[in-house]
């Protein structure tokens, strides 16, 4: 058994000047005749050159994101990563001094970067640090050894000074860490505001 189509509904003209009611031929049809859509063209022209720009802009963002490098990609991640210690830590006093001030935080790797890039994003690595300590003082390292001890304990102080497989991300790692992390940034932000 066939159904018969419903019959299109009749709409309102939006020409301003007309609004007429008239019964459209498609469901794209906005105005009752080809007058009327010359009469608004100015706002189907914003709309349109609006379009436009959007999809120019869309195009960009897309060829940007394909000429990334790895080191592009890492130090996105990097720095998700960084925010998200420093805000996970904010309560907490500078790993090395110990002191709360008001001027600006690093995000301290007890093992460095360099020395150990395995532990490049390994949150137990990495700790809320004032500049002084972490930019001046070479990361001061032997104070936060001792305040590391008491934060995370003794046994995970020595997993983190022992060996670790050399750890190459790939582009894919580095998307999921960023993901993950600036993910977890807007929870610590959802949870203070």
């Known amino acids: 058994m066939r159904v018969a189509p419903k019959p299109p509904r009749p709409k309102k003209c939006k020409n301003p000047e007309c609004a007429l009611e008239f019964i459209p031929f498609s469901t794209t049809q906005k105005v009752c005749h080809w007058k009327c859509g010359l009469a608004i063209k100015e706002v189907n022209e914003a709309k349109a050159r609006k379009a436009i720009a959007d999809l120019g802009r869309r195009e960009i963002r897309a060829a940007r994101e394909r000429i990334k490098t790895r080191g592009d990609h890492t130090k996105e991640a990097q720095a998700a990563f960084n925010e998200w210690v420093r805000l996970r830590d904010a309560a907490l006093p ?100």
């Open 94 to 193: 500078c790993i090395s001094c110990g002191r709360h001030h008001q001027g600006k935080y690093d995000a301290g790797h007890y093992r460095t970067v360099g020395s150990n890039p395995a532990l490049r994003f390994e949150p137990l690595n990495c700790h809320k640090q004032c500049v002084p300590c972490n930019q001046h003082k070479s990361g001061d390292i032997v104070n936060y050894r001792i305040n590391l001890l008491q934060r995370i304990g003794a046994e995970m102080v020595a997993w983190i000074e022992g060996p670790h497989e050399p750890r190459r991300y790939t582009i894919e790692e580095l998307k999921a860490i960023k993901a993950k992390y600036r993910a977890l940034t807007r929870e610590l932000k959802g949870a203070q505001a």
